[in-house]
């Protein structure tokens, strides 16, 4: 069976009646929209977001419908579904295979997992041939961003390129121990280097036999694992710091919502963002929630009080209830945007003890 | 003899291929030279060592936007790290950057379309070019198969750079379009080297099915026993995806497709593991087929015919660049046409596309014409075919013209549209009749190109009942044994791995 029909149960599992297919589509599909990344965090589908990415909406919609049929899932009204007895018992049957995706993370990685993998390809590339003393390789990344990155980190010495070399395998190794054997050997596999160019999701798929979303999964699964390893542990792995560091430590925020956060780093208020930077109220708010889920060190307090805060998680706690709506009715004093914040800040906290 | 010292210096060959020196020794003493050398002999070096031993600057127009990157990458591989391409693809920042350092290259590749805009053409104009090189200069003439308007203003442009010295170079010119060439590039009194499109290495298949099935089977069967690597063509990119999964199925699996609709990391992969011999099979579309530039590719199979004898030339051309015997094979089934005959057909835009774009609704109104274009959807030629015009006509960037400039502009426009397919459903003719001709397939080419075949050939054609299966042979397997993983990262990073016992 192939990966997607499981891993969409999950995450109608998950969600629980409470969003449209197309509400799900945008997540799974990657689409950046404040709603898309809220939902992830908040339903505790944080891994998901965007593995499906470059899925058409006729393509998902297909899928839904195959999957219905298997009686996996049944529509409870329209373009809504809710996962049957079947599929909850698929999802015992397939939890052991669908382990590997333990170490996904696509809210976090999705935007930054491709230039992270062109450098880590690119300079092994470059590495391995530099070993051998094999110069005139044909590197197999031409972005030019990643060319002159690569470029720059790349060891002058011979005797600095076998440290590098020695110190890369052992974080590599080690990464990859704590691994399946089939996903391990798939992120080798798309490594090239000296004799041998690295192979394409689709050869990966026939060789192992699997299908070619569950390939593309095992490896992004890896890689998300080094981004985060390499990030959280930098002493222990220096030579992937140095590769990605200055992508892993900037919070993954949208360029226009970095800026906001950088002038709220500088002591300026709401209002003067909005006239320097000439936004929308809508705009600022989708910041800021965009930001709170982001940036772990960003205080929700100075827009709404502790008291509030502690009453939505409770409330929340009690009805499972994964609507804004209902929130906000129940708390008419509270705005939507102290409601979204307090989601943001606290969607991943309270959907992971939910589901413990 | 200095000229073998700087080749043996350079690149460390012994000897020229036919023209290179010819060519070389013309430019070096100051003049212009058109020079025809068929695929696969070597063009780039003549460009090459003549900047370099001008010590000049080269500005090099090429039509193959997806295939510059791969030039450079071939450039910088060769040595000339200088090497920079100014295309599309760059966004406006990556341009900027670039155009601020002119100064700092040796070879500039540059589109045709790109050279319009004024800014770019200020910024080439600010620094000094020893060497104008057209690439594919056929694409000059309406004559050639793959006419782009924008190198009509390719003149303008070489006055505009002082007039350095130009070379054009083409694979496939007939009689007429090299005279197009030497007209519209106003060259000056050029040396002329043509060189015979014969490629004696190469043995000329061509077999007719009535049955599909049939012509399907003959291709696998060929497959199979022909000594690789080779290339398959197809007409379509699902066609290629379709015979790599059956070859798949009965087993052949050093195969892939490679097709503009891929991501584009993955595709430089196939391309790059074909280059390394890791694949020993690749089938693609002809829009693809461009960027491998292997030297041992033993055969081409075509599983559809090309629209145009010079297309078919080039694509054949891409084997047996090493010398050695080499097939080229056309299966050909009449159902073959249809897909060109679409093509030309709906290439180029339609009333109600120039209607979009002279006549806008409403709400574009406000639009300039070349933003209408770009929302017209086209096809690129036909994108490209409007906007030379219209550029010509001076309104690509006004919103707005009057009612009498369009009727002229559409009738004109609709007039070219006529020009354009009788010579395109000419060209299908062309080579829909050397199919089907029982004459000598390498007499009838080189005659189309107004030669004649001076020598006799061994294994020349299927009409001159040359055999298939000399060109049979085994394919060493490919290495695809398991390597457990840590054994092939410590070999890629050139560790010793400890075994347990």
Known sequence: MEICIPLVVDVLDKINGSRKSSGIYYILSGKKTSQSLSDSQWFGIQPYYAALKGITTEEFNVLLLRINSMDLIEEQEENVFVVTENGQSLLLDEKKRMGFMEKLDGLKYASIEQSCWRIITLYTQALSNALYGHNDYSPIVRDRNTVDKVKSLFPRSEQKRKEIAQQLFFEISFILKETDTRSASIFVRKLSGYDRIGNTFEQLAKEWSLDKTEVTLRFRSILHHCLRLSRDHSKQFPVLHSLIGSYTEVPALTKSASLTYELLTKDKTIQEIMRIRKLKSSTLEDHLVEIARAIPEFSIYPYIKKEDTDQVVCFYNKTKENKLRPIKEAFPHLSYLQIRLVLAKEGGKIATGSSA | ?501
């Not at chain 2, 053409?121 to 070019?129: K, N, R, Y």
């Not at chain 2, 017209?376 to 309104?395: I, N, P």
């Not at chain 2, 000399?470 to 791995?497: C, P």
Request: net charge negative; aromatic share 8%.
């Open chain 2, 1 to 501: 003899m200095q000229l073998e010292a700087a080749l043996k210096q350079i690149y460390g060959f012994d000897e020229f291929r036919p023209g290179q020196k010819e060519i070389l020794t013309d430019l070096l003493s100051g003049q212009d030279v058109l020079g025809m050398l068929p695929t696969g002999t070597g063009k780039t070096l003549i460009y090459q060592m003549a900047a370099h031993l001008l010590k000049g600057r080269a500005l090099i127009v090429s039509p193959l936007v997806s295939l510059m990157q791969d030039q450079v990458d071939q450039f910088k591989q060769a040595g000339f790290k200088k090497t920079i391409a100014l295309n599309s693809f760059l966004d406006h920042g990556e341009k900027q950057h670039i155009l601020r350092q002119l100064d700092d290259f040796q070879f500039v590749f540059v589109s045709p379309e790109i050279i319009q805009s004024k800014f770019v053409q200020e910024a080439l104009i600010s620094v000094e070019w020893s060497l104008f090189v057209v690439d594919e200069a056929h694409c000059i003439s309406q004559w050639g198969h793959e006419f782009r308007p924008h190198y009509l203003d390719l003149a303008l442009m070489k006055k505009r750079l002082g007039e350095p010295l130009c070379l054009a170079l083409t694979a496939t010119a007939t009689k007429q379009v090299q005279h197009d060439i030497r007209y519209y590039l106003e060259m000056k009194q050029p040396k002329v080297h043509i060189y015979s499109v014969n490629r004696p290495n190469i043995s000329l298949f061509v077999e007719s099915f009535s049955d599909l099935e049939q012509k399907q089977d003959k291709a696998i069967d060929l497959i199979n026993r022909l000594k690789g690597p080779g290339i398959v063509y197809t007409n379509t990119r699902k066609a290629a995806e379709q015979l790599v999964m059956i070859l798949q199925e009965r087993g052949i699996n050093d195969v892939a497709y490679y097709h503009g609709g891929m991501d584009q990391d993955e595709r430089l992969l196939v391309q790059k593991q074909f280059l390394h011999s890791q694949l020993s099979l690749i089938v693609c579309t002809n829009a693809f087929g461009m960027g491998i530039n292997k030297s041992d590719i033993r055969y081409v199979i075509h599983l559809h015919t090309p629209s145009t004898i010079e297309g078919y030339v080039q694509e054949i051309g891409r084997a047996g660049r090493d010398l050695a015997p080499s097939v080229a094979i056309l299966l050909f089934h009449l159902s073959d046409l249809e897909i060109p005959f679409h093509f030309i057909e709906h290439e180029l835009p339609d009333e109600t596309q120039m209607d979009f774009v002279l006549y806008p609704h409403d709400s574009l109104v406000h639009g300039t014409l070349l933003e209408r274009l770009q929302m017209a959807g086209m096809s690129e030629t036909g994108q490209r075919f409007m906007e030379y015009h219209l550029h010509k006509a001076d309104v690509l960037y006004e919103t707005h013209v009057s009612s009498d400039t369009k009727t002229a502009l559409k009738s004109l426009l609709k007039k070219k549209i006529e020009e354009r397919k009788k010579e395109k459903y000419h060209a299908l003719r062309m080579i829909e009749h050397w199919i089907k001709s029982p004459e000598c397939k390498r007499s009838a080419l080189l005659s189309y190109f107004g030669e004649t075949l001076g020598e006799e050939i061994d294994n020349c054609c299927s009409s001159c009942r040359a055999e298939f299966s000399r060109f049979y042979g085994k394919n060493e397997s490919n290495k695809a044994d398991y390597v457990a993983w840590e054994d092939e990262l410590g070999r890629l990073l050139r560790q010793e791995v400890e075994h347990q016992a």
